[in-house]
């Protein structure tokens, strides 16, 4: 979707250092985006048009130079891709940690609420609006034993994407969680190791459909809801959870 002065779309992207956030970034900017991404280290998606920068998304203060620099460079931003994860090695909850707890309520959904604040104003004082995607996971729609903190912090990211999605209720801005089965990254290896990893769905895949999302708001050619929840299994395939607006009757399942 061209913005409305035809300029190309400008588009942030979290946890771009690695796995699916490097693949969404190099497919936007692969697609005529300018494309800002920002890790905790120096490594960035190994794209030369795309500027990198050291944030930790769960801390507000980075987050801000983040956004400040991107509308520095470019004067706007299009496309919010909050991707930046985290989860540790499988344990009960008994067994966890605080600080595996604490890590994952903030990166995976401090974060993304720190860039949604900072971004939100100039998305919803802009004409063409904008475009959100959270990076959430199946284990947020379908909670995963061992991985509980992980879980609960995804499907609170789900439904920070839905609250966000009913503050808005015209769709100018479009809000969307994606959430993809086990993708062959290392936070697979990590958790699970190489084997099971190599068996699990290739992070190429998700990163065209997010990139589908952030150009044409649609997934495999049809139109997404805004708050809808776009799951994808490890064979790639794609069902969109919507909830009615009106909070009449069920969630439905669309495609
Ligand atoms: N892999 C799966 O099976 C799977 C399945 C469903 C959903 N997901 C979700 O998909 C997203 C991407 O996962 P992935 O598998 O690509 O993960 P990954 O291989 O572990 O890469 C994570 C990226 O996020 C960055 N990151 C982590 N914490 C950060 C923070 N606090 N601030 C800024 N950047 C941070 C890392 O930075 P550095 O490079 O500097 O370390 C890295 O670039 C995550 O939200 C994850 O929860 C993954």
Redesign the pocket.
Known sequence: MPSSDESPRVAIV????????RAVARELAARGCQVVT????E?GPGVGEVLHLR????DPHAVDRLVEATLGRWGRIDVLVN?????AAPAAISETTDEVARRCVE??LL?PLFLLRRVLPGMNASSSGGVVIN?A??AGITPVPGLAAYSASKSALVSLTLAAAKERPDGKVLFVSIC????D????VAVYGEDDARR?LD?LRVADLVAELATARTVNGRVVRSGAAVLVTKDAEVQVIEWPPDERGHATLRH
């Open positions: 979290t946890g771009a250092g690695r796995g699916l956030g920002c890790s905790t280290g490594a944030a930790d998304v769960t991707n930046a994860g985290y989860t990166t995976n974060g990076v996971s199946r993809p089965g086990g993708m990254t290392d936070m697979r699990q992070p």
